[in-house]
C-alpha cells in the first residue's frame, strides 16, 4: 500500500537541520586546511539539497535521495565525525518512509558502516560509533513516529470529510423532504381556491370569488415563507464551488462565461448570501438576457469586496422586479450594494464591506 507525503508542515522541514550543528562545529574548532573545509562544506550544500528534495516526495519515491545522502555521509566520514548527523538525517526518513522490517534492517546497515568506520577505517572521535549509533537509533524512532502521526492524520481527514458528505445528504434529504411536505399541502389547497374562485366567478359571485383569491394569495405567501424556512439551513458546497456550478449552468444556455480575479474568503454568512446573489443573477441572465457573453470578476479596495457580472445582451428598462430586489435586499442586510449599468449590456456590481457588520 502506497502513502503519500500529504502533512501540511513539511514545508518547515528545513528548521531539523538545527542538528547539522554536529558536522558544522569540527569545522570551525579543528584545523581544517581550506581545501578540506572547501569539501566539507560542498558536501554540506548538496547534503541539504537532498534532504529538502526528500522532504517533497513521497515515501515510495525517497529511496534515491537518501542512499545520496548516504554516500556524502560516507565520503566526509573520514574527514568530520560530526558526520554522525548526516546518518541520523537518513535513520530519520528510513523510519519515516519503509515497513518497520524493512527500516529495521536500513538502521542496522547504517550502524554497522558507521561501526566499520570507527573500528577498521579510523574516525577522530572515539566516541563515535557510541554516539552516533544511539542518535541514529532515536532519529529513526522519531522518523517512524512522524509516519504513524500522519497517517492518523490523513485517515482523521477521510473520517471529518466523511462526516461532512454524510451531513450534506442528510441535509439534502431534509429538505427534500419537508418542500415534499410544504407544497404537496400548498399545491393542493392552490388548486382548491383557483377551481372555487373560477365557479364563482362563472356566477357572477364576486365577493365570494374575490375572497377566494385573498385566501389564495394568503397561500403562498405562506408557502413561500416555510419553503424559505426549510431552505435556508442548506449548506452550499463554498464560493468556488457554486462559481464552477453557475459557469456550467451558463455554459449549457448557451453563454461563453468568463470568471476572473480572486474571490474573497469570507464567514460562512456573508458567503451564503454572495453565493445567493449571484445564482439569483446568473438566473436572470439565463431567463431574460439575449446575449451570448457572460463575465463574473471579482475586485476589492482596502475596505471593499465587488462583484460585476457583466452579459452583452439588450438591458433597456431593467426591473427590480427580476429578482434584483432580493439580491438588493440581501446585500443591504449586509452592508453592502448593488449598482446596475446599462450601457453596451448589463452591468450588476455587488459590493460587500469587508468588515461584517454587527448584529444589532
Known amino acids: 500500500m502506497t502513502e503519500e507525503q500529504t502533512?501540511?508542515?513539511?514545508?518547515h522541514g528545513w528548521i531539523y537541520l538545527f542538528n547539522l550543528g554536529f558536522y558544522i562545529l569540527p569545522m570551525v574548532l579543528f584545523p581544517y586546511s581550506w581545501e578540506q573545509i572547501a569539501v566539507l562544506s560542498v558536501a554540506l550544500v548538496a547534503f541539504v539539497a537532498l534532504y529538502l528534495y526528500c522532504f517533497q516526495l513521497p515515501p515510495q519515491r525517497m529511496w534515491l535521495p537518501i542512499i545520496g545522502m548516504f554516500v556524502i555521509a560516507c565520503l566526509v566520514t573520514p574527514l568530520n565525525s560530526g558526520s554522525i548527523a548526516l546518518f541520523s538525517y537518513v535513520g530519520f526518513f528510513v523510519g519515516f518512509a519503509y515497513r518497520w522490517r524493512i527500516a529495521l534492517f536500513a538502521v542496522i546497515g547504517v550502524i554497522a558502516t558507521m561501526a566499520m568506520f570507527h573500528f577498521w577505517w579510523g574516525v577522530g572521535w572515539d566516541l563515535f560509533i557510541h554516539y552516533g549509533s544511539v542518535i541514529v537509533i532515536t532519529v529513526a524512532i522519531f522518523g517512524r513516529v512522524e509516519r504513524l502521526r500522519q497517517r492518523y492524520a490523513r485517515e482523521k481527514q477521510r473520517s471529518e470529510d466523511e462526516i461532512e458528505r454524510l451531513a450534506k445528504n442528510v441535509e439534502r434529504e431534509r429538505i427534500a423532504r419537508d418542500l415534499h411536505d410544504i407544497l404537496g399541502h400548498t399545491l393542493s389547497s392552490i388548486?382548491?381556491?383557483?377551481?372555487?374562485?373560477?365557479?364563482?366567478?362563472?356566477?357572477?359571485?364576486?365577493?365570494?370569488?374575490?375572497?377566494?383569491?385573498?385566501e389564495l394569495s394568503d397561500i403562498a405567501r405562506q408557502s413561500l415563507s416555510q419553503v424559505r424556512q426549510s431552505v435556508s439551513g442548506y449548506q452550499h458546497g463554498g464560493l468556488v464551488l457554486e462559481l464552477k456550478r453557475l459557469e456550467h449552468r451558463l455554459h449549457d444556455a448557451g453563454f461563453q462565461t468568463a470568471i476572473s480575479g480572486l474571490p474573497p474568503q469570507i464567514e460562512k454568512t456573508r458567503e451564503t448570501a454572495l453565493v445567493l446573489a449571484l445564482t439569483e443573477l446568473v438566473t436572470n441572465i439565463i431567463r431574460h438576457s439575449k446575449g451570448q457573453n457572460c463575465e463574473i470578476h471579482f475586485d476589492e479596495t482596502s475596505d471593499t469586496y465587488m462583484v460585476r457580472v457583466v452579459d452583452n445582451g439588450e438591458c433597456e428598462g431593467v426591473k427590480e422586479g427580476n429578482g434584483l430586489s432580493g439580491v438588493s435586499k440581501r446585500?443591504?442586510?449586509?452592508?453592502?450594494?448593488v449598482d446596475i449599468a446599462n450601457n453596451r449590456g448589463c452591468a450588476v456590481t455587488l459590493m460587500l464591506p469587508k468588515q461584517a457588520r454587527e448584529a444589532v
Open 191 to 214: 388548486i382548491l381556491k383557483s377551481d372555487l374562485a373560477k365557479a364563482q366567478l362563472s356566477k357572477q359571485q364576486y365577493a365570494e370569488a374575490e375572497q377566494q383569491l385573498a
Open 331 to 337: 446585500l443591504k442586510e449586509l452592508g453592502g450594494s
Open 7 to 11: 502533512d501540511p508542515n513539511q514545508k
